[in-house]
């Protein structure tokens, strides 16, 4: 074989396949930037987190902006989390006045796409203690599955929007999810269907949308959104006083609340206390709908016993 033959072929049986290879390779990689990762995803809290993953799952990098363990009523952003938030490609909210400092985002970062999940939910007026000279917005629509199946469709339209190649996945992870929120549903009406009982007695204002879905009637420990106040010692002798002519033997708690208040109207009435949680602080790795099992199991306890 001469030394013309011999570099043919190497230029055939190596060279060749090798540039085919890293073509192949680089476009691998374009499809991949295309596919949603490196879109960088803000949330605000919890319950749009999990959302927002059994959406966009393996193609979005996703994280939450009000940190574990702290209320996102009260939580107000410091000017280095609004510049973090900034560099975002889409920030998803819960919306109804849940995030009212996201205006601050926008108006650094004018291009940044908002995705407001409680858009074309109809929401119910809020008036948390009759100092509030506006009538707010109550913002707990995450806390019914039927309004939440409108919060995952309005994630997917972002998606979709954000990247549309992916549209067909997103929306198919979207349905799959929202067939979820449908057993759940199905799953309080038919529990709580042989439940006597219509009253409980919540720690903050939590479960309005969910009362009103499901037939039952709200009572709350603290009468604002914060759950981290504390009634006066009047208030607290009125409630217990409440509970007992409603006839009560569950009084509720959750995680951001001092636990010994609720406690204290237990004992009066020689109830219990157990968790009724508005999945406001909670950690991003358990399952909204297994969290929300866990509330229906509770009122379940609450209305039927
Ligand atoms: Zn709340």
């Known amino acids: 074989m001469n030394s013309d033959k011999k570099a043919a072929i190497l230029a ?16 691998q990689n374009k499809a991949e930037s295309l596919s949603g990762q490196g879109h960088k995803i803000l949330v605000t809290f919890y319950p749009i987190y999990q959302f927002t993953k059994a959406i966009g799952k393996e193609k979005i990098d996703v994280s939450i902006i009000i940190p574990p363990g702290i209320e996102p009523h009260d939580w107000e952003p410091t000017i280095q989390d609004i510049q973090k938030m900034k560099d975002a490609d889409m920030i998803v909210i819960n919306g109804a006045g849940l995030e009212s400092w996201i205006t601050k985002v926008t108006s650094i970062n004018p291009n940044v796409m908002i995705v407001d ?3 074309d939910i109809p929401l119910l007026e809020k008036d948390s203690n009759g100092l509030d000279k506006i009538a707010k917005k109550d913002p707990h ?4 599955p039927v309004l939440a199946k409108k919060q995952v469709q309005n994630i997917a339209d972002g998606l979709i929007k954000l990247d ?17 929120l449908d057993i759940l549903d199905n799953e309080i009406k038919t529990d709580l269907s042989t ?4 009253d409980f007695l919540s720690f903050h204002d ?5 009362s009103k879905e499901y037939g039952l009637h709200q009572h ?11 009634p006066t010692a009047p208030a607290l002798q009125q409630i217990t006083k409440d509970a007992q002519s409603l006839g009560l033997n569950v009084i509720f708690t959750e995680e951001a609340a001092n636990p010994r208040v609720s406690q204290v109207i237990a004992d009066e009435i020689h109830g219990k206390v157990l968790v009724l949680s508005p999945l406001e602080v909670t950690d991003k790795n358990i399952d909204y709908i297994s ?5 229906l199991s509770n009122l379940k306890e609450a209305l039927c016993s």
């Open 291 to 295: 969290k929300m099992g866990q509330n």
């Open 117 to 119: 999940t409680s858009s």
């Open 164 to 180: 549309p190649q992916n549209a067909n996945y997103y929306q198919q992870n979207a349905n799959d999810y929202k067939a979820k």
């Open 195 to 198: 439940c006597d009982k219509k």
């Open 12 to 27: 055939i049986s190596v060279v060749i396949p090798l540039t085919a290879f890293s073509l192949w390779l680089s476009e």
């Open 141 to 144: 629509i995450w806390l019914d």
């Open 220 to 230: 709350t420990i603290v009468g604002g959104l914060d759950p981290e106040t504390e």
């Open 206 to 210: 939590a479960f309005s949308y969910f």
